[in-house]
T-cell receptor, first 111, second 111 residues
């Protein structure tokens, strides 16, 4: 089954404790992205990647890191999480930057 | 910077009526305009998209129109049904894969 998976689905953590949210797709897509969703603000792109070892900043990259060492994986790293990073996070992949397939989402709470 | 504005933020219609959601974008070089539907607690899913070389696209009860000169595009849903109730997001692609989303429209279809 073609899909995008994220882990964990829910995470509660404390300020400053490094965390990683994993994202994996099995559709051989070149494009992958991370978004955060906050009420009233829609989806905001954090980082995107057009291929292995190619990443670029989106609209709100501050406080986040990504890596793309393999085509199928695109982890999101929060080196020192802060409460303003409490949000719902979605990973997405697409074949050529067009239709995006979203993962199920990760709800992160930073206290 | 690049941005997408979406109106209205909420929309309530009677079953069978039409619904229209409008978006404007800032960068005239944008070339791809998708619409996503997000049901409560679910991930966003593409419902229709349009490219900059096309003025209108239709898929059953859903249509999208694009006015490049005015830099706005609209989603039209005809013969609305209760299952159309969801949050709808427009988006515009800037550059290679910098995707900017509108803030969303919560559509409620009353039976």
């Amino acid at each position: 089954e073609a899909q995008v998976t994220q882990n964990p689905r829910y995470l509660i953590t404390v300020t400053g404790k490094k965390l990683t949210v994993t994202c994996s797709q099995n559709m051989n897509h070149e494009y992958m992205s991370w978004y955060r969703q906050d009420p009233g603000l829609g989806l905001r792109q954090i980082y995107y990647s057009m291929n292995v070892e190619v990443t670029d900043k989106g609209d709100v990259p501050e406080g986040y890191k990504v890596s793309r060492k393999e085509k199928r994986n695109f982890p999101l790293i929060l080196e020192s999480p802060s409460p303003n990073q409490t949000s719902l996070y979605f990973c997405a992949s697409s074949f050529a930057g067009d239709e995006q397939y979203f993962g199920p989402g990760t709800r992160l709470t930073v206290t | 910077g690049e941005n997408v504005e979406q109106h209205p933020s909420t929309l309530s219609v009677q079953e069978g009526d039409s619904a229209v959601i409008k978006c404007t974008y800032s960068d005239s070089a944008s070339n791809y305009f998708p619409w996503y539907k997000q049901e409560l607690g679910k991930r966003p899913q593409l419902i229709i998209d349009i490219r900059s070389n096309v003025g209108e696209k239709k898929d059953q009860r859903i249509a999208v129109t694009l006015n490049k000169t005015a830099k706005h595009f609209s989603l039209h849903i005809t013969e609305t049904q209760p299952e159309d109730s969801a949050v709808y997001f427009c988006a515009a692609r800037f550059g290679n894969n910098d995707m900017r989303f509108g803030a969303g429209t919560r559509l409620t279809v009353k039976p």
